[in-house]
């Protein structure tokens, strides 16, 4: 993808379906990152987000305690390739089926591309409403 998007073209992207749970956990701004937030297997997404209202942190479900204020089942989804930073629409183009759908979603962007997670319980119909708007879904 080398040009911006332009409104009314339709843009077609490939995404991956990554393997694992995620949950997606919420401590004080304040908090000190606990040490199980760490240690995420090389190719394996974890995030932590730091604001002036909270510590947000995405990691495998499994590594967080039962005890974390935590949200739970997630399912990632990555947009395959770099994104270019001149880019416009991208994330748009997938959001907006799956509000259409009325499957709520969690989204992390990094520098180089974006992430969607959606409910385990909703990744079958999230898969199907990605695949009929003309993105190309890929599964493990």
């Known amino acids: 993808m080398t040009s911006p998007v332009s409104p009314g073209r339709a843009l077609s992207l490939t995404l991956l379906v990554l393997p694992g749970e995620l949950a997606v956990v919420r401590l004080p701004p304040d908090a000190h990152v606990p040490q199980w937030a ?9 995030s932590m987000t730091r604001t002036d209202e909270e510590l947000s942190l995405v990691r ?12 739970r089942d997630w399912r990632a989804l990555r947009i395959a390739g770099t994104i270019d930073f001149a880019l416009t629409g991208i994330l748009a183009s997938v959001l907006a089926p799956l509000g259409d ?12 591309t974006d992430y969607i997670l959606v409910r385990e319980h909703a990744l ?4 199907d409403v990605l695949r009929a708007a003309g993105h190309d879904v890929k599964e493990p």
């Open 60 to 71: 495998d479900a499994e590594a967080v305690p039962s005890d974390a204020r935590a949200e």
């Open 124 to 127: 079958a119909a999230a898969i």
């Open 38 to 46: 760490f240690g995420a297997a090389p190719g394996r997404l974890w």
């Open 101 to 112: 759908a009325a499957i709520g979603i969690f989204a992390i962007s990094t520098y180089d």
